[in-house]
């Protein structure tokens, strides 16, 4: 049993921004979903998301096949992607891009969305290396409780960013929230890794948001810190 790379069992992903709630933009996502589809090298296109649901102060690109979707509303613009579908892993990069390009550099100049408080990337796995699941279960809960064979274990972690411990006034911090999950009598588990960026005080505008560098930070933390984590107390742990 070996675990080299998580990539290799990534089933979806997550984008999304929050901010200030704005009520202009209530008044403006026929025009923002136009925007979105119909925008020069648009990749969330309508062969993309085929269909547009309205909801209450809401609109959503909808693919009901894949699952995909694209939600706005006037405090949220949220991008979730199931794989394999319209996109598979490979194109996380392009995807990620897209939605930089489109929605945080695109729109939100645009409509001069401000105000922003948190971003985030969502990454979601499962895992079905033989062994692994219970291990997981062996390795969390221990023998002293005998039949337990499905988990659902959440856990937060708070980090720091350098810009906080140097400049005044900014409070800025990185939020990392796991979720693990065994199904009873499933032999696979299922990972979410939710890596959050808060900013503190809110942005004054998307420019300042610096969108590469907090992705190569989530993607330093998956490879990094929450891979070697897997393989010491479940992967290794089992070979020993």
């Known amino acids: 049993m070996s675990l080299e790379t998580l990539d290799d069992y990534l089933v979806g992903i997550v984008l999304g921004v929050r901010f200030r709630p704005n009520f202009s933009i209530e008044d403006q996502l026929g025009k923002i979903t136009d925007d979105i589809l119909f925008s020069k090298d648009a990749l969330f296109s309508p062969d993309k998301f085929p269909m547009v649901q309205h909801g209450l102060n809401e609109k959503a690109l909808v693919n009901e096949e894949t699952g995909d979707r694209l939600n706005i509303n006037n405090s949220n613009i949220v991008l979730q992607v199931h794989m394999p579908g319209s996109f598979g892993p490979a194109d996380v990069p392009k995807v990620i891009q897209a939605f930089d390009r489109q929605v945080i550099k695109g729109l939100m100049h645009r409509y001069a969305i401000r105000d922003i408080a948190r971003v985030g990337l969502v990454r979601r796995f499962v895992i079905d290396l ?7 279960v062996d390795k969390t809960i221990g023998k002293t409780l005998e039949g337990v064979n499905d988990i659902n274990l959440r856990f937060s972690k708070k980090l720091p960013i350098d810009i906080a411990l140097i400049k005044r006034e900014v409070n800025d911090y990185y939020n990392v929230i796991f979720n693990i999950i065994k199904k009873a009598y499933e032999q696979e588990i299922y990972i979410s890794i939710d890596f959050q960026q808060y900013f503190v005080p809110p942005l004054n505008a998307s420019s300042e948001m610096q969108f590469e560098k907090f992705v190569s930070e989530a993607e330093k933390f998956a490879l990094k810190r929450c891979l070697p984590w897997l393989r ?9």
Not at 130 to 136: H, K, P, S, Y
Not at 232 to 240: F, G, Q, T, V
């Open 130 to 136: 033989e062994g692994l699941a219970n291990t997981f």
């Open 232 to 240: 010491e107390n479940y992967i290794e742990a089992k070979a020993s």
